[in-house]
């Protein structure tokens, strides 16, 4: 990755200037290279690894002491626990609960990294398309591998709906297959595309707060009312991103 490179991504207060695309810069904080690989330390990096550590002393420090009237931290762990268990108990059923783990990893690393992007001059890693594709990828790959370890070659039926007549499988095929190598992009794009929006647009609002003076007021509180929306859009966008993984699974495990 070069010194400084124009990736997706970024808080809606970075950049320090008046153009939106500003806060979607990457900036290196430590290079580091290996042979022709460039692995420096970037503010993405960074970020990433605040939400990993967020995440962390949240559910270390939320179910420490267990206590039978819960306080903030570990009403919050509870809540949180709870709402991914239901989600994979409804979608995918009892036998999903061995894939708790991964899934509710996901959601709170996404949710996290959201809601991280929200804090002005921060940055935003889920509107890079690299690492939301990468998670994507993650997904698709073992989703996939599931698949098969877990029906063989008979995985490959998944691609011919129930019912249809033999005379439509050469048109049919072929659209299961794209749609099915297909999720790894639409699963990245949503969260990379919305969050990249979100952003853009509150620092182009938000610029009109200065420029208009004394009439920045309205400007000013549609930057809030937003600012309340891309709260409410961080933790939707987890919440889809999991569920799809979610019925990925369940498609895996259980075919049609």
């Known amino acids: 990755m070069a010194e400084t490179t124009t990736e997706a991504g970024g808080g809606h207060g970075g950049g320090g200037g008046h153009s939106p695309l500003e806060q979607f810069e990457i900036h290196t904080i430590a290079e580091f290279k290996l042979g022709g690989l460039d692995l420096s ?3 993405a990096s960074l970020m990433m690894v605040i939400a990993v550590l967020l995440v962390t002393t949240l559910m270390v420090f939320g179910t420490r002491r267990g206590a039978l009237v819960p306080g903030r931290l570990q009403s919050v762990s509870e809540l949180s626990y709870e709402f991914v268990a239901n989600l994979i108990r409804d979608t995918i059923g009892n036998e999903g609960r061995r894939y708790f783990p991964l ?49 063989g070659v008979h995985f490959f039926s998944f691609f011919v709906p129930p019912g249809t007549p033999i005379w439509m499988w050469p048109l049919l095929i072929p659209i299961e297959v794209i749609s099915y190598l297909s999720r790894p992009i639409s699963l990245s794009v949503r969260l990379f595309a919305n969050m990249l929006a979100g952003h853009t647009l509150l620092k182009v609002i938000a610029s009109f707060v200065a420029l208009m003076g004394v009439f920045g007021v309205l400007p000013l509180a549609g930057v809030v009312a937003l600012t309340g ?16 993984t979610c019925l990925y699974i369940n498609d895996a495990l259980h075919m049609h």
Do not use: C
């Not at 929306?229 to 987890?238: G, S, T």
């Open 229 to 244: 929306l891309e709260i409410l859009i961080a933790f939707l966008q987890a919440y889809v991103f999991t569920i799809l």
């Open 103 to 151: 899934l509710f990893t996901l959601f709170m690393f996404i949710l996290f990294g959201n809601l991280l992007g929200m804090v002005p001059y921060s940055f935003t890693f889920t509107s890079q398309i690299i690492v939301t594709f990468a998670m994507a990828i993650v997904v698709f790959a073992g989703v996939t591998v599931l698949g098969f370890m877990r029906h």
């Open 41 to 43: 330390f970037t503010n």
